[in-house]
């Protein structure tokens, strides 16, 4: 080879690492930018604006100085449900003169954090299976429950991956260990997907199984290895083509128009019920929310933005939290159904909009409600 030659060719190599390099520069932080904006609106919208967010890749870190330690917390919490996330470093600082003088311990993460000495409530766990992925979330009360759970995780779900992002927090309620070691994990397998969220003493849990005898039995399992003092909603639905056998009908699609025409029709009459104060479907709504999956599934080529609504009694906070757990277990419901995940969405706006007058009883029970609104995609 002449040295011409030679010369061109490292020349074009020299090119080809530029470009290359270019490429992963410029792809990178092009995904970091779309994570931090979204990561500032959640914040944003939960009126956090003293939280600043910058990302590494899909680590989040938070800055600023926060006005108590539970928002501090919460702001941890809302980072890291931002889709994309996969772990947040809290930095932010309690302000001086704030409601609580506790020091905020710096460069910790949720999967690394200490115990706090601040007791919350609700007092939540949750676990999201898809098949193949198993999410922890939440809190836990110490450092060897964390351990215990993730260890299980693994060794139950064998050939699945594990992702924690658990934060230990002291007072959890009697039994809220033994309902997750002994009662959920060792079922997992056995749900085809699954999302169970554990708030205090009450249990949702939300999926799909391969048959209605594998339902019963984990329905029975659970219940047995559970503490009775737990409250559980079990909704747990099995395939369609078992449920309803021989019905090869010929699917007829409608408009997103008509869809939410159809919707409000149902929700005209009826809406749905959830136990006092707590984000668990009544049974009694299940029809009605088959009803609203059955024609979500008429119109495949929209979006479903889902709204939680409170009455205005109680702290506007803790409504709009509320508001926004009510949303997801609706959210969780229609998954179990059928529905497509990346079709909805959910919000809670607690009690900032009413449509009838808190004064009276019939206007709180008006206002506390869900909304489905459907979007052309």
């Known amino acids: 080879m002449s040295f011409k030659s030679?010369?061109?060719?490292?020349v074009g190599l020299a090119a080809l690492a530029s470009i290359s390099l270019f490429c992963i520069n410029h792809h990178s932080p092009l995904i970091e930018d779309d994570l931090q904006k979204r990561t500032t609106t959640s914040l944003n919208f939960e009126g956090m604006e003293w939280s600043r967010a910058s990302t590494d890749g899909q680590l989040v870190r938070l800055n600023g100085f926060a006005p108590n330690q539970a928002?501090?917390?919460?702001?941890?919490?809302?980072?890291?449900?931002?889709?994309?996330?996969?772990?947040?470093?809290?930095?932010?600082?309690?302000?001086?003169?704030?409601?609580?003088?506790?020091?905020?311990?710096?460069?910790?993460?949720?999967?690394?954090?200490?115990p706090s000495n601040t007791t919350t409530h609700p007092y939540e766990f949750k676990l999201e299976f898809d098949g193949k992925t198993a999410i922890l979330s939440g809190l836990i009360p110490n450092e060897e429950a964390r351990s215990d759970i993730r260890e299980a995780t693994r060794k139950h779900l064998e050939k699945g991956s594990v992702i924690t992002r658990l934060e230990i927090v002291q007072?959890?309620?009697?039994?809220?260990?033994?309902?997750?070691?002994?009662?959920?994990?060792?079922?997992?397998?056995?749900?085809?997907e699954v999302t169970a969220t554990l708030q205090d003493s009450d249990l949702n849990i939300t999926g799909t199984?391969?048959?209605?005898?594998?339902?019963?039995?984990?329905?029975?399992?659970?219940?047995s290895n559970t503490p009775s003092?737990?409250?559980?909603?079990?909704?747990?639905?099995?395939?369609?083509?078992?449920?309803?056998?021989?019905?090869?009908?010929?699917?007829?699609?409608?408009?997103?128009?008509?869809?939410?025409?159809?919707?409000?029709?149902?929700?005209?009459?009826?809406?749905?019920?959830?136990?006092?104060?707590r984000a668990i479907i009544?049974?009694?709504?299940?029809?009605?929310?088959?009803?609203?999956?059955?024609?979500?599934?008429?119109?495949?080529?929209?979006?479903?933005?889902?709204?939680?609504?409170?009455?205005?009694?109680?702290?506007?906070?803790?409504?709009q939290a509320l508001s926004q757990r009510r949303a997801n277990a609706v959210l969780s419901y229609l998954v179990s159904k059928g529905i497509d995940i990346e079709r909805l969405k959910s919000n809670g706006h607690g009690d900032t909009r009413p449509i009838a007058t808190n004064t009276t009883q019939k206007g709180r029970a008006t206002n506390r409600r869900i909304e489905f609104l459907i979007l052309e995609q």
């Open 282 to 319: 009544d049974e009694s709504s299940f029809t009605l929310l088959d009803s609203i999956a059955l024609t979500a599934n008429k119109c495949p080529k929209t979006k479903i933005e889902i709204s939680g609504h409170t009455d205005g009694n109680g702290d506007s906070n803790q409504n």
């Open 6 to 10: 030679l010369l061109i060719m490292l």
């Open 229 to 277: 003092r737990v409250n559980t909603a079990f909704n747990v639905a099995v395939p369609q083509s078992e449920s309803v056998p021989n019905s090869p009908t010929k699917q007829t699609f409608i408009t997103a128009d008509l869809c939410q025409k159809q919707i409000d029709d149902v929700l005209s009459d009826q809406q749905v019920i959830f136990l006092s104060n």
């Open 209 to 223: 199984t391969s048959s209605s005898e594998t339902r019963d039995t984990l329905q029975q399992s659970i219940s």
């Open 171 to 192: 007072g959890a309620p009697e039994g809220f260990t033994q309902t997750i070691t002994q009662g959920l994990i060792p079922n997992l397998k056995s749900f085809t």
């Open 71 to 114: 928002l501090r917390q919460k702001a941890g919490e809302v980072a890291l449900s931002v889709w994309g996330v996969d772990a947040v470093m809290n930095h932010l600082v309690v302000a001086k003169g704030s409601e609580t003088d506790e020091p905020v311990k710096s460069q910790t993460t949720l999967e690394t954090s200490k």
